[in-house]
């Protein structure tokens, strides 16, 4: 049976990517809804992408 | 005597180049009847550029598909090569995309059958008439299916060569009586008509054209010389679809133009007046006479919708299998690919997915029924392109038997350039039907999450590991690789079914359509005349032929037989002869765990018309037992 903290870091592996993902979602729809590139859309984006990629390279990281 | 066939010598497929293409066009070809509309709706002028950029991602993909399908031939597609590549909830993620697409294409391609067949009866054309017709549509075809209801390949393939026929012929009408090359340019007004963000909503939503992709794999068990007809195949289709897919919107948007909307924006007659059937549309548009545009009106409107019905079922097929697949691999509950008692066939997933498909088509709208499964398709095609990459990594000296042209090194491995260009454009595809429309980000989230929430409480109920895979154990065939046979006779009598039997014929057979035959003897006693009704008795028997094609196929055919008692070992012997058997797969039946040497095995085996083998598992009475599950 997967232990809790299986759970834990398979919930991060998930987690990590849908938070990136997300963020380059609100990067392209601020863009597109003629956002500059300092517009809060865009730095609200690159901040979740940034959280996301980086948990997820932690939880890779900590893996091996 | 037996006609052995040593297995390295023995590919011996049905499935040349030609027949590969027709059923690969068959699939993809349907998509272009809804796919116009949606697409021309947000991409204006742009729409052939549309096509030709998602039709050199789909080539790619279709790369992807074939280097992946050969180094593991096994179904399953993009679902199968992140369980290789990565682990079995990436897998998981992949098949739930699939899943996805398959209900998807069956809500589409119901929805847009009434379209067509409002030639006859025009409130066939407008809400709530299509919608009705949709789902009455997915219902009758969920009976079917239900029941076990079969494909007619020759079927298919005449109506994809009449498809293709048709196509090419609109088109080379198209270029005589109205392309234009002054009106595709006035068309487009960069930036404008249309909008970068709608341009680029545009590419995403013409992947949908590109549905059926995943045929190209899933036939290559029975392909002919693989790592030769099936990348010619792909590529022919790729080429037939990039072809068509470009010039159909260049006819179609010559003879409906661009014009500026009433609300200040633009528009064209193929998005919105014609965007339930575009190509009725590019017909009535062509400039015919009445009587030759009345006549041709209804030929393409017939033949869409059958293709469309065509496209609906295989959608059907497609959730059926994926469902067993993917409940084979513990992905899913059991209950879900439980096989009904009667005719054998998972009738829960196909009743479950279809009324998913019904309810997507409820809210009537063909543009988000197309971002949905953008959505679900890019997912999935993404996660494929990923594997394939990491497989070369991680098994760089595996035999690829194909490989597409051109890659990159790096840090000392050979990265195929199809899959990294394939991969970033079906993964922007992604971002931008997500960010440009939020109800698909919440469906198509909604959807995924759903899906996780499933697996992981699944799996945790069953005590199973999440990323590990864990799949239900069949019967594992007698060792018996060193031959293959031609053709197979599988009997049963009144002992119960075996799912070893089947699964060691299975692998005897070579990988040849209706390489397997399965004769169902249903024994009528002396006293009643040999066509009594005997439904339940007939019942169990066909139960048997369709349990047989549940775990071996297109290849298995099979019939129920009628005969008098002590006929069995006779019927086996002409059948064999008839069929020109190259070997017979018998069981070998136990009681009490002592075996049981009955008069028609005794009979088979003393006449021997070709090799007879027999199947024996002495932990298995007539009673079966279920398959424990242990991890691989």
Excluded at chain 2, 30 to 38: C, D, F, H, R
Excluded at chain 2, 171 to 194: E, H, K, Q, R, Y
């Amino acid at each position: 049976m997967a232990s809790s903290s299986g759970i834990g870091t398979t919930g991060t592996r998930i987690l990590a990517p849908v938070i990136a993902v997300l963020g380059i979602v609100i990067i392209v729809r601020t863009l597109s809804a003629g956002g500059g590139p300092f517009s809060i859309g865009v730095l609200l984006g690159v901040v979740f992408l940034a959280i996301g990629a980086g948990r997820f390279y932690l939880s890779l990281r900590a893996a091996s | 005597m037996a006609h052995r066939v040593p297995r390295d010598q023995s590919l011996q497929r049905v499935h040349g180049t030609g027949a590969l293409f027709s059923a690969a066009y068959g699939n993809v070809g349907s998509s272009i009847y809804y796919a116009l509309g949606v697409v021309a709706a947000f991409a204006l002028g742009l729409t052939p550029l549309a096509f030709v950029i998602s039709g050199l991602i789909f080539a790619c993909t279709a790369a992807t598909y074939v280097e992946g399908t050969v180094m593991f031939p096994e179904a399953g597609g993009s679902s199968s090569f992140a369980r290789h590549a990565f682990n079995e909830l990436i897998s998981f993620i992949a098949g739930w995309g699939q899943m996805l697409n398959y209900i998807i294409t069956v809500a589409i391609s119901a929805f847009f059958v009434p379209h067509y067949l409002g030639v006859f009866w025009e409130p066939l054309r407008t809400s709530p008439g299509d919608i009705i017709g949709g789902i009455v549509l997915i219902a009758i075809l969920a009976a079917l299916n239900v029941k076990g209801s079969q494909e007619s390949a020759k079927l298919n393939l005449v109506l994809a060569i009449g498809d293709l026929a048709t196509q090419v012929l609109l088109v080379i009408a198209g270029m005589v009586l109205v392309f234009s090359p002054d009106t595709l340019i006035d068309n487009v007004d960069f930036g404008i008509a249309p909008t970068w963000s709608d341009f680029a909503l545009g590419i995403a939503l013409s992947m949908i054209a590109y549905t059926g992709i995943e045929t190209i794999s899933n036939m290559s068990e029975e392909a002919k010389d693989p790592p030769k007809t099936i990348p010619r195949g792909a590529g022919y289709t790729v080429a037939a679809v990039l072809g068509l897919y470009a010039l159909l919107p260049i006819i179609a948007l010559s003879a409906m133009p661009v014009v500026p909307d009433p609300a200040g924006g633009f528009t064209t007659e193929l998005g919105t007046t014609y965007a339930g059937d575009p190509v009725l549309g590019i017909v009535e548009n062509l400039g015919l006479g009445a009587g030759l545009t009345d006549a041709l009106r209804v030929y393409v409107g017939v033949l869409a919708a059958v293709i469309l019905i065509i496209a609906t079922n295989a959608g059907m097929i497609g959730v059926s299998r994926l469902t067993f697949s993917m409940g084979q691999h513990r992905q899913l509950p059991e209950r879900l690919r439980q096989v009904h008692p009667k005719f054998r066939t998972p009738h829960v997933a196909i009743i479950t997915f279809s009324i998913i498909a019904s309810i997507a088509l409820i809210p009537g709208q063909a543009d988000l029924l197309a971002t949905m499964y953008s959505f679900g398709a890019m997912l999935s095609f993404t996660v494929a392109h990923a594997a394939v990459i990491w497989m070369r990594v991680r098994f760089p000296d595996r035999e690829r038997p194909w490989k597409p042209r051109g890659s990159v090194p790096f840090r000392g491995y050979r990265i195929p350039i199809t899959a990294v260009f394939g991969g970033l454009g079906t993964f922007a595809a992604w971002i931008v039907v997500m960010a440009l429309n939020l109800e698909t980000i919440a469906i198509g989230g909604g959807w995924m999450v759903l899906g996780a929430v499933v697996y992981i409480s699944y799996r945790r109920r069953q005590r199973l590991p999440i990323t590990e895979t864990v799949k239900v154990v069949l019967p594992e065939p007698l060792d018996v690789e060193e031959v293959e046979y031609r053709s197979i006779l599988v009997p049963f009598e009144d002992d119960p079914f075996s799912e070893l039997t089947v699964a060691t014929a299975t692998r005897l057979a070579s990988r040849k359509r209706r390489g397997i035959h399965v004769i169902s003897m249903l024994n009528v006693p002396a006293h009643l005349p040999i066509d009594a009704p005997l439904p339940r008795q007939q019942e169990k028997a066909q139960a048997k032929v369709e349990r047989a094609k549940l775990i071996g196929g297109q290849r298995v055919t099979g019939h129920v037989q009628r005969i008098r008692p002590g006929q069995a070992p006779k019927t086996i012997i002409e059948e064999a002869e008839e069929i020109k058997a190259s070997a017979i797969v018998m069981q070998l039946t136990y009681r009490n765990r002592t075996p049981l040497y009955g008069k028609t095995l005794q009979g088979v085996l003393g006449h021997r018309p070709c090799r007879v083998l027999v199947t024996a598992d002495p932990t298995r009475d007539s009673s079966g037992a279920p398959e424990p599950p242990v991890p691989v």
